[in-house]
C-alpha cells in the first residue's frame, strides 16, 4: 500500500473520531472534505432538528417519514448542495468521475445532492 493511500486512511481514521469530541457539523464536513466531498452551496436551518428540515425542505409532505425513521432525528444539519456542474469543475472535466446528477430515482427528478448530517435518539 503506497504512503500516499495510508496517510489517507489515517486522515479518515482522524475525521471519524472526532465526532466524539467535535459539533455534529463541523466533524461531519471535515469527514467529507477528507473524501472529496465540499462545496459552498450551505445554509443554516432555523431550527436544527426534523420540524425545522421539514418544515424548509418538505413543505408539501413528499418525504416518507417512517421509511426516512424522522421520528429518531435527534438534530439534523444541512452540510450543502452539491451539483454535477461542482464535481466536473473539480475533476477538470476528466472521464475519471462520470457524475450526472439529471435523471430519475423512484419517480423523482435528481438534480442535485443534499448531504446532510442527522443525529439519532439514543435506543
Known amino acids: 500500500m503506497s504512503e500516499i493511500r495510508i496517510e489517507h486512511l489515517r486522515n479518515i481514521e482522524a475525521a ?3 465526532f466524539g469530541t467535535h459539533p455534529l457539523a463541523d ?3 471535515d469527514l467529507l472534505k477528507t473524501l472529496g466531498y465540499e462545496s459552498e452551496r450551505r445554509m443554516e436551518l432555523r431550527s436544527p432538528d426534523a420540524a425545522g ?3 424548509t425542505f418538505d413543505r408539501a409532505g413528499a418525504l416518507n ?7 429518531d432525528w435527534r438534530r439534523v444539519e444541512f452540510l450543502f448542495q452539491l451539483t454535477d456542474s461542482e464535481v466536473q469543475s473539480a475533476t477538470h472535466g476528466t472521464s475519471e468521475l462520470a457524475f450526472d446528477s439529471h435523471g430519475r430515482f423512484e419517480d423523482a427528478e435528481i438534480n442535485s445532492f443534499l448531504f446532510l448530517a442527522v ?3 439514543d435506543r
Not at 417519514?65 to 421520528?71: G, K, Q
Open 16 to 18: 471519524l473520531a472526532a
Open 27 to 29: 466533524a461531519s464536513l
Open 53 to 55: 428540515f421539514l418544515g
Open 65 to 71: 417519514r417512517e421509511r426516512a425513521l424522522v421520528s
Open 119 to 121: 443525529e439519532l435518539r
